[in-house]
């Protein structure tokens, strides 16, 4: 697939959402109360919830949340998984 033909399909589907659904960068960052250049940072990784339309980058709002939720109970278990393991050295 082309990336113009990607393009034309990520509109169609951006079209269909509501305005408000759709986030800029900067309104992500406001959104989440983080840096700017950390959301521009976070479009690049492949599980964060973003789209390149030519030159802009768009995150659907919905996404974003449940990217968001998801992310902590990752980090929770990390942390989880850490303690018992120093537990387990201790003991």
């Known amino acids: 697939m082309e990336a113009i033909e990607i393009k034309e ?20 960052s406001e959104f989440l109360g983080i840096n700017l250049n950390k959301i521009y940072e976070l479009c690049h990784a492949d599980d964060f919830p973003s789209a390149r339309i030519g030159r802009k980058w768009v995150i659907i709002k919905d996404e974003l949340i449940r990217w968001v939720l998801e992310e902590g109970k990752r980090q929770k278990q990390e942390e989880r998984a850490l303690t018992a393991q120093l537990f387990r050295r201790s003991g």
């Open 9 to 28: 399909i990520l509109r169609e589907i951006l079209g269909e959402v509501k305005n408000d659904s759709v986030l800029s960068p900067e309104q992500a």
